[in-house]
C-alpha cells in the first residue's frame, strides 16, 4: 500500500495501527508526494522500533 508520509506519521504509527498492518500481512511504500520520492518500504513481517 502506497502512502504519503504526512499520513503515514499522522495515522500510522499507533499500536493498534500497527498490529492491524501486521495482522493483514500489508506492506507498505511511504512516499513524499511534494518531492516525488520513496521515503521509506516497510514488509509487513518487519516490526518498527
Do not use: C, G, K
Amino acid at each position: 500500500m502506497a502512502i504519503p508520509a504526512d499520513i503515514y506519521h499522522n495515522n500510522f504509527q499507533t499500536p493498534l495501527a500497527q498490529l492491524m498492518l501486521q495482522t493483514a500481512q500489508i506492506n507498505l511504500l511511504i512516499f513524499d508526494p511534494i518531492q516525488e520520492v520513496i521515503r521509506q518500504w516497510i514488509n509487513s513481517t518487519t516490526t518498527e522500533a
